[in-house]
């Protein structure tokens, strides 16, 4: 195997590497590729069991730090004074409320992750299970969990895949294409938009997947994403998620839309951002050895 998977190819002599250099270095080098028999045998058979405790007893710790850190929070802000030193009660809220979403944030991905892990049989031997799991937790942080799963999984057959990728497939520049700003600026409203709606857009347009599946929604069965045969299973995502959005409409009517927004809205919003990052910079380091 080549000791560093993401050696850019040297370029020829005039600058540019042609697709006939490209295919010539690929079949030179096609029996040191890794196989996936060959990546499994490699790994010990015991990382290949599953354990019911320790599966449950981590999904255990993250459901029970949600609802404390929350309370936490709701402890604090009734206890603080209206002054400590010179530092006002407005500040000390703030840096409260920062504080909380911050680490909140993170318990929900940790959840997610492990949602992330059912949807890929990971997380115990027994599908039902997993699927279950992953269906409630996953709709409860806005994520089609079937839809995404059916993706996702394509994803991971695909990395990178310019044609046939899903999700961060890199960008192809043809004649018609721009190159985007390389202002300051113009990167850090891309870096905040990204983050901010970057997960979303995503999901509704399938924007990073590959140029022939844009606008493939993860709401809704569409030929883009889906066969015919996974209707039921989008539809059923779709559900998940919807049932999620009125649960926090009449949350807010409970207990008013500020507090939800506190609560949930904005640590959901800061997981959101956490696994565009995520996604982000698990995928953009081997970009460069896939196409
Ligand atoms: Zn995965």
Redesign the pocket.
Known sequence: MPSNLCNVPPKAQNGKTTYKQLASRKSQHQHLEPTISGLRNAIPSDYFQHSYFLSFYYLSIDLLLVPLSGYLLWYLLACIPTTLGNVPYYTLHTILVALYWFYQGLNFTALWVLA?ECG?GGFTNNKYINDSLGFVIHSALGCPYFSWQIS?AHH?KRTNHISDGESWVPNILDKKSKLPSSSLFAGLVRVVVVWLLGWYIYLMTNITGAKKNLGGSHFWPNQKLYTSEQTIKVLVSTLGVGTMVLTAIYMSCLVGVQTVCVYFVLPLWVCNSYLVSITFFTTYPCRCSTF
Do not use: E, I, S
């Open positions: 992330h890929h996702h991971h």
